[in-house]
């Protein structure tokens, strides 16, 4: 009787079974990555190259308004059926009229004036008339400027580089000025996440950052956009973007593509000045326009890009913000000789958990975090607060907080007029007001 050896046979089907295995796992693999980690898996970031943070001193209660030096300006609602307009206000910006207005989360320039005290739940607090100045299209305004003849440049998350003329009442129109930048290789960037704008009080250049150059893709279903590299949009129908999350996304990847731009309004030319930024997030240019702060988000620091003196057309670190830094702004008159930085979040315990970590536990940490849902990633911590620095010997003067964000939390903007500081965020509903003095 012959055996029939039925070796070979089941080889070939376990062959067959690995096989079909590893497709199926690559095929898995492909469509998870594709569904979830969109932006790719996080990089590596050396121990030497993690943000170093200061530990929040909880005595300091300088911003909260038992301090006597912060008020709130809230909107005025006169007719109750009328809508909100002060929703988000990232930044305030005052034109060359002294005129305040804020740009909102729904794509809103909006002026605030008629200044009144009122009493609201037991305190005295400051109510403002909104107006609707503008309807700035479908993106998401976050920091801007005025030039001396009334234009309103402004960095948008959405549309990159854009201006209006409010001079002009009768045909006033929103201009894309720079969506892309020519590299030196002839190439064209793509500008994805324009965060910030200030101008040059000598040459009239607009500055602007690029928080980073990937691409934002779209859901091929339902009424929801996919989270994408940079900009993480919410419902399509409230018009809103969640640069939040999109910011949280960036951080745990750890990929530096943020960049510092120069704009020239009478060449329309846009150029490169620095790359290689964790985040490039708030600009401010000096009263001399001898150099630009930038806030580094993520490195939790801030640089300086000189454009005058012997380091001219180089950058560096300038000092650590103790947290992560939003917008900037540097005081353009004499008597006020400082530069500030808003500081929305003291550091998360997550991330000083992660960061303590070795790298080989660390860093798919931050992978799993760049797949999170919006709604599981780790919230931001309560805090709110500024620093005031010395550009001339590099140091902090003031660090002005709310430790528990008890009062006022998530600072975004940080803009000075006649001895205050105002300040913006994405979440509050009402204007921080400090004084100074």
Not at 272 to 281: R, T
Not at 296 to 303: G, S
């Amino acid at each position: 009787m012959t055996q029939t050896n039925t070796a070979p046979h089941s080889q070939h089907r376990t062959m067959l079974v690995v096989v079909a295995f590893a497709l199926a796992l690559g095929i898995s693999s492909k469509i998870y990555e594709e569904l979830y980690m969109p932006y790719g898996p996080a990089l590596n970031i050396p121990v030497s190259d993690r943000p170093v943070y200061s530990p929040v001193d909880r005595s300091n209660k300088s911003l909260q308004m038992s301090s006597g030096k912060l008020r709130k300006i809230y909107e005025r609602h006169d007719d109750a059926q009328s809508p909100k307009l002060l929703k988000g206000p990232e930044t305030v910006i005052f034109d060359p009229k002294g005129t305040m207005y804020v740009l909102t989360e729904d794509s809103k320039l909006v002026s605030l004036t008629d200044f009144q005290e009122e009493e609201l739940s037991s305190s005295v607090v400051t109510t403002a008339k909104v107006t609707l100045a503008m309807d700035l299209g479908n993106g998401r305004p976050l920091g801007g400027a005025f030039a001396s003849d009334g234009t309103l440049y402004f960095a948008d998350s959405i549309l990159g580089l854009a201006r209006v003329n409010l001079n002009k009442k009768q045909s006033r129109k929103v201009e894309i000025v720079a969506s892309s930048v020519q590299l030196q290789d002839g190439s064209m960037s793509k500008i994805l996440f324009a965060d910030d704008a200030d101008i040059g009080p000598k040459t009239g250049y607009v500055y602007f950052s690029d928080g980073g150059n990937l691409f934002r893709t779209r859901a091929r279903n339902s009424s929801l956009f996919k989270a994408t590299d940079i900009v993480s949009p919410r419902m399509i129908k409230e018009m809103s973007w969640d640069v939040m999350h999109a910011s949280k996304i960036d951080f745990a990847r750890g990929k530096r593509t943020g960049r510092l731009l120069r704009y020239d309004p009478k060449t329309d030319e846009v150029v490169v000045l620095a790359s290689g930024l964790w985040f490039a997030n708030g600009i401010a240019v000096d009263r001399d326009e001898t150099f630009v702060m930038i806030s580094e988000t993520f490195t939790a620091r801030q640089m300086i890009y000189y454009l005058e003196g012997p380091k001219a057309g180089t950058m560096e670190p300038l000092l650590n913000s103790t947290t992560h830094p939003d917008g900037a702004f540097c005081s353009k008159t004499e008597d006020i000789p400082y530069c500030y930085a808003a500081l929305p979040t003291a550091q998360p315990l997550a991330v000083a958990i992660m960061f303590s970590l070795p790298s080989f536990i660390e860093r798919p940490l931050r992978s799993l975090l760049m797949s999170m849902h919006p709604k599981l990633a780790p919230p931001t911590k309560p805090y709110g607060g500024f620093i005031e620095i010395d550009v001339s010997d590099r140091s902090i003067k003031r660090v002005i907080q709310d430790p528990s964000g008890q009062d006022i939390r998530a600072i975004t903007g940080v803009t000075v007029h006649e001895d205050k500081i105002y300040l913006g965020s994405l979440e509050n509903d009402f204007i921080g007001v400090y004084d100074l003095n």
